[in-house]
């Protein structure tokens, strides 16, 4: 399993970072939209059907006007920052909803469909977010930037969570997640934060602009995969699909991004960076 799981990672890393580095932005596009078609499957999966052709029919719909959108939310920078506001505020509600969650496995129709329509909203504004940042002057390095700050989170988190963590942070969601581990990942991304700012000069922001972005961020990312942990939860399944072996599916890859995503940006367009 360990195997697996370092196999698909390494060749998921080298996909990514390959076409957000040296791709054009019509590339990035078209990855993104790749993830999101089946991410959209997914979400479909947990809360509404798993029928095969039902979900790949919504996803189809929601990719291709996502798809119809990008030139449109590109050029006009104030409705980017509404909708990166927008998704960054949804999260924020999510994070204080979450500690009052617990197990039904009896969602009625309307909160599934309310869940799937929310979930679509943030992958609408996760993808755009992820494809205006790479647009910007500083290009495939903000973008992976930004993504990194999720990846040591997670690093951080896991490594300090087994060795120190005893303190549950969400028993009712994820019982493995410690508040050591959110401890370990906050302190590994302020050296990460750290390393970067001085390396690429903080991508023109100052250190204060610059740490505050990344910090809270990386913070809210931690909102994301206990959100889908949610769905997969009242789903009664381990993980969103098994389209990736050893990580499961697309949503459990990309969950945590889902949160951090619409925050860097927001940050980055108020911030004035150039």
Same mark, same amino acid.
């Given at each position: 399993?360990?195997?697996?799981?370092?196999?698909?990672?390494?060749?998921?890393?080298?996909?990514?970072? @390959? *076409?957000?580095?040296?791709?054009? !932005?019509?590339?990035?596009?078209?990855?993104?939209?790749?993830?999101?078609?089946?991410?959209?499957?997914?979400?479909?999966?947990?809360?509404?059907?798993?029928?095969?052709?039902?979900?790949?029919?919504?996803?189809?719909?929601?990719?291709?006007?996502?798809?119809?959108?990008?030139?449109?939310?590109?050029? !006009?920078?104030?409705?980017?920052?509404?909708?990166?506001?927008?998704?960054?505020?949804?999260?924020?509600?999510?994070? &204080?909803?979450?500690?009052?969650?617990?197990?039904?496995?009896?969602?009625?129709?309307?909160?599934? *469909?309310?869940?799937?329509?929310?979930?679509?909203?943030?992958?609408?504004?996760?993808?755009?977010?992820?494809?205006?940042?790479?647009?910007?002057?500083?290009?495939?390095?903000?973008?992976?930037?930004?993504?990194?700050?999720?990846?040591?989170?997670?690093?951080?988190?896991?490594?300090?969570?087994?060795?120190?963590?005893?303190?549950?942070?969400?028993?009712?969601?994820?019982?493995?997640?410690?508040?050591?581990?959110?401890?370990?990942?906050?302190?590994? !991304?302020?050296?990460?934060?750290?390393?970067?700012?001085?390396?690429?000069?903080?991508? @023109?922001?100052?250190?204060?602009?610059?740490?505050?972005?990344?910090?809270?961020?990386?913070? &809210?990312?931690?909102? @994301?995969?206990?959100?889908?942990?949610?769905?997969?939860?009242?789903?009664?399944?381990?993980?969103?699909?098994?389209?990736?072996?050893?990580?499961?599916?697309?949503?459990?890859?990309?969950?945590?991004?889902?949160?951090?995503?619409?925050?860097?940006?927001?940050?980055?367009?108020?911030?004035?960076?150039?």
């Amino acid at each position: 399993m360990l195997k697996q799981r370092i196999i698909t990672g390494a060749i998921l890393a080298i996909l990514f970072i @390959g *076409v957000i580095h040296y791709g054009s !932005n019509l590339w990035v596009s078209i990855l993104f939209a790749v993830v999101l078609f089946t991410a959209a499957r997914e979400l479909v999966a947990l809360t509404l059907t798993t029928e095969l052709v039902a979900s790949s029919l919504v996803a189809a719909i929601f990719t291709l006007v996502f798809w119809w959108s990008l030139p449109v939310v590109k050029v !006009n920078l104030e409705w980017q920052l509404w909708q990166v506001l927008a998704g960054a505020g949804a999260w924020c509600l999510i994070t &204080l909803a979450l500690p009052f969650y617990r197990h039904s496995g009896r969602w009625p129709l309307l909160l599934r *469909v309310l869940a799937l329509g929310v979930g679509l909203d943030l992958l609408w504004i996760c993808g755009h977010a992820l494809v205006f940042l790479h647009a910007e002057a500083a290009g495939g390095w903000l973008l992976l930037y930004a993504m990194t700050l999720v990846w040591v989170a997670d690093i951080g988190a896991y490594f300090s969570g087994r060795r120190y963590g005893k303190r549950k942070l969400a028993p009712a969601i994820s019982p493995g997640k410690t508040r050591e581990g959110v401890l370990g990942a906050v302190l590994l !991304n302020l050296l990460w934060i750290g390393v970067v700012y001085f390396w690429r000069d903080g991508f @023109g922001l100052g250190l204060a602009a610059f740490a505050a972005i990344s910090l809270l961020s990386a913070v &809210l990312s931690i909102s @994301g995969d206990l959100a889908i942990s949610v769905l997969k939860r009242e789903a009664g399944v381990k993980d969103s699909g098994k389209l990736l072996p050893g990580h499961g599916g697309v949503l459990d890859r990309i969950d945590s991004i889902l949160a951090a995503a619409p925050l860097f940006a927001a940050g980055w367009l108020l911030a004035g960076a150039p």
